[in-house]
């Protein structure tokens, strides 16, 4: 199949359980005929909820998205460790619960927001000398994992039950909710696995516009965003004809009469005559450079 090249910007699916970030992709390019399709945020196979896609010159805005906070909902497990941190994974130990209460939990919440530090866990796409670390796990060899610095935005910790706790956590790229839930119930003098896990948010996406997959796979609409719709609110500057002809070959020369970028502005989009986004720049050395040009488009979706 030659792949339908007029499907650019990005597709927000609604994960279900069961199916891996990669399989997502698959089934979508199956479905719609596209040759370019990746995924934003890996969400494990257990999970669910928001994973956004990348569809053909949609991809050349990932950089820009990729580096947002990110919202989770879930449940702690408590009592029960697992060598994945989840549900999924083995039983390593098992310890007493201690009595939950909100004030204990809310308490044991303020230490983990702001700066933390984080050790990842051993099944995770991690790579020690090229290969991935749960391909490392699952061969059984043991590998001593320095911890990651992550930020904790917003951190929600309440009494789901007995032996739970409902989780809620905004939270900076790179950050492990197993490895928080791990950190959590350490915290609470006991062991625990995450039991649950749907991502909420990602950056400016709310799974609330997340389409289920099966019905994405069932409608013969695309509620696709545009490039341009995607990096809203990011800051934008209009250019005429002229100048969108030079940049799409690639020159930067016209970016000096553009307005000079403000400290608060690290990165503009370019949008021509026609509301198509042209290119991503960025701030360098008080002026513009181009960080990402996208091809004209051979069907308007702004």
């Known amino acids: 199949m030659s792949g339908n090249s007029s499907l650019d910007g990005i597709l927000l699916v609604d994960k279900p359980a069961g199916i891996t970030s990669a399989g997502v992709v698959r089934e979508v390019k199956r479905r719609l005929d596209v040759a370019k399709v990746g995924h934003l945020g890996t969400l494990d196979p257990f999970a669910t909820g928001l994973l956004p896609l990348a569809l053909g010159e949609g991809s050349k805005v990932v950089p820009f998205l990729n580096q947002e906070e990110k919202s989770y909902v879930g449940i702690i497990g408590l009592g ?59 061969r059984g060899v043991e590998v001593d994992l320095e911890p990651r610095r992550v930020r904790i935005v917003a951190l929600s910790l309440t009494v789901a039950g007995p032996e739970t706790i409902a989780l809620s956590v905004r939270c900076s790229k790179g950050t492990y909710v197993r490895s928080l839930a791990r950190d959590v119930a350490t915290a609470l003098e006991t062991v625990g696995h995450l039991a649950s896990l749907r991502r909420t948010g990602f950056g400016p996406f709310d799974v609330s516009r997340a389409v289920p997959l099966a019905a994405l796979l069932a409608s013969p609409e695309l509620p696709l965003l545009s490039p341009r719709a995607a990096l809203d609110p990011m800051t934008e500057l209009f250019i005429g004809a002229d100048l969108v002809a030079e940049v799409r070959r690639g020159e930067q020369r016209g970016l000096a009469g553009l307005s000079l970028p ?41």
């Open 80 to 138: 029960r460790g697992t060598n994945t941190l989840d549900a999924t994974g083995d039983t390593t130990e098992t310890a007493a619960i201690p009595a939950l209460d909100a004030s204990r939990l809310e308490s044991i919440a303020a230490r983990f927001r702001g700066e933390v530090e984080q050790v990842p866990p051993m099944f995770s796409a991690l790579k020690r000398a090229g290969v991935p670390l749960y391909k490392l796990a699952r």
């Open 262 to 302: 403000a400290p608060s502005c690290p990165a503009a989009k370019l949008i021509g005559p026609g509301g198509d986004l042209v290119a991503v720049i960025t701030a360098e050395g008080g002026g513009w450079r181009l960080a990402r040009v996208l091809a004209a488009p051979s069907l308007d979706r702004v």
